[in-house]
């Protein structure tokens, strides 16, 4: 990813405090809308998770059944008008699984994407503006961490805290923040001595001050581009956890536990993986979709390609 | 001695036997289903047997020892060992003992002294002599103390063992035990002089006296026999078994993994069938599906040692809120029972007790009853494995229906053992093994020492039960008696046995007389391919 977005997001807002400040943010957003609207994929990308996360919020009203509970006369019935997506090994709705699931899947990715940048974030902001000694023991703390493999760290990490949807979202979002961690170290290396940052110093600025107001607003934009991004790959990482058993934990209709419980039945009732695997995939398309779209955007080197 | 599966009829087979009268109604209670078996394979003149090929075998357990002393009990190990080993008796999928090494053995009256007759000429692979010194030092070091050996405590009951000559067996017990005969029969024998000369290697290059010698294994790989030349039982054609030139065993737990590759042609047997597959093969012409003996049992376990299963009328509250035919339905798509007890259809020993009736208002008023008006929280824990998954989501929404409100939590095996070993456990899941063998092979529920009594659950009435079937030698005496272990465990809802899945395997059409002995162990000396 090229992350040199910094002259795209204007760095007016330097020494001291505009008249204008709330017309210039709002005249930026405006600029950043009408980007955006110009990037397909970035449509495309939050049409997506936009309808998602509307499923996902309406799930009761869109299926009435208890996505939970056995119907034990009516398993492996193959789609058709009264089960949209068929009906699994217990006679449970497909759909309504798929729909609750979508809860459980995007709400994952949300909170564990929240966890990596919560940490990620001020660790590596901490380590790019302290170089010396606290960068060195911080980043290689964040080198130590991503010398797993981040399926395998995850796996190990729920495996020890035990299985359910809370754990993996925890392993989830541990084995994200070295990236966020670096990502933003980066920024803060590159952003530190650029001169308004020099002039903000000279002009008395403190650490904190200068950290929160100059650093991280002009560091933001491939932070927003990664956590897009991220929140694809703990989609995934969610249905590998609960595909091996270590993400949610029965009843409960997360889309990687759906393609557990149906794989063995692959030959016999395709559709009980089939369309969980299409919820995936489509909830990773939607997310890195609008990742990349993101980037094109605040990057003007992308920009009208 | 000519070994002819076929012509084995019950009669012949008793002709050697002294203690008939017992085996006779094993005979009888076991005969009809046992013909069923024979006679659904179509009867081959012997010139048309064709010799040679190679046999490959896919295995649910992996193999863990080519040394009965420190197997891990995997299926794999047992299925090995019944072609690499032989042992004194065999025992038929219906529960008849057949004779093997021993051609002939008495009880003595007060069921204290069993003597064998030994097959004369039986070499192990490695030209040393099979005789009663190389069974007694057998069975010495299967039993010592200390002993890896899963079956140990089975074989405390020897006082001693004596080899008067080299074709007798006398062993001595300290009290009348029936199930002897049956425990000690199926131990495989190894050769005393490779034990000696390998040493911690012998559980990697096994030496026996089987159909078929080792070739090559290491734990994890495929296993590879080849045939006995020396073999001592001879065919019908006048040359030793077996017909198979060769032997491979490998380990396939993934039940999709092992029935695609029985049909892409890549092994000739499947262990086992997941029923949900058997419709789906029975319709592929390459394939033959083979009922064999053994059933696993499913049981739902309730902790009696903490609270709040401590409370009796609890336990009986989910007894009768579990709607077991449904949930047998739902897992073996009809092809499995509901059970009282981990008996199997078919055996002698068979318990065709009707389960308690599923009553959602006697449950409800059994919970009011036990001091929970309102439900109840608990902690449903299961092994992570895709049928117990399956019967927990079913367990849970009956349970949940009366008020017992369940949280179901998916643990790794070894996970879940600890849980329960330290009695922490609340509900569970537990699957077993069950074969027509003898009814004592189930005792571990009951044990108060054994590990695979998991619940913890302690009943010194049945424990006293079982002690005095275990001395009786009349088999319908015994069956009241187990009768009576069945009725106090039903009632105790400690164990509650859901049903049981016959388990089936499958094998290329090509495969011909694979018998299934012990349960599921594949008896194949006489097992030839029809290419």
Redesign the interface.
Known sequence: MAFSIHASIDPAPTIGAHANDERARFNRLRKIARQFRRSKQAVIGLTIIVILAIVAVAAPLISRVDPGVPVLGNVLQSPSWSALFGTDELGRDVFGRIVHGARISLGVAALAVAISTVFGVPIGLIAGYWEGIVGSVLMRLMDSIQAFPAVLLAIAIASTLGPGIMNAMIAIGFVGIPGFARLARGEVLRIKAVDYVSAARASGAGNARILRQHILPNGLAPLIVAAATSAAGAILTEAALSFVGLGATPPQPSWGSMLQAGYPFITLAPWLSIFPGLAISLATFGFIFLGDGLRDIFDPRMRGR | MVRDQHDQSPVKLLAGTPISRRHFLALTAAGAAAMAVRGAKPALADDEIKRGGTLRGAVVGPITSLDPFTSKLSSGDAITYRSLYNSLLEISGTGELIPELATKWTVSEDGLTYTFNLQSGVLFHDGTTLDAEAIKFNLERYKAEGSSYSGADRLRVISTIEAPDAQTLVITLATPNTPFLVNVGVIPIVSPAAVDALGEDFQLKAVGSGPFKYESWEPGSTAKFTRNEQYWETAPDGQPFPYLDSLVIEGAPD??VRLLNLRSGQFEVNERV?P??IA?ISSDPNIQVIETAHATPYIVALNPTKAPFDNKTLRQAVSSALDRQ?II??ISFGTGYTIPIAFPKGAWFYIDAPSPVYDVDAAKKLLADAGYPDGIDVTFSII?R?TD??I???V??QLDSIGIRT??????RT?WVDLWTARNGQLGILQGGMTPTDPDSQSGWWSDTSLANYAGYDNPKIRELIEQANETTDQAKRLELWKEVTALNVDDAVYIFIGAIPTTMATRKIVTDLETVSGYNWELRATWLNQ
Do not use: F, G, H, Y
């Open positions: 039940d999709s997941n949900r597959d789906s449904a339905d739902n992570n895709p998954n399956q927990a989501q079913i849970k929404a949280t179901i939590d998916v643990l790794e996970t």
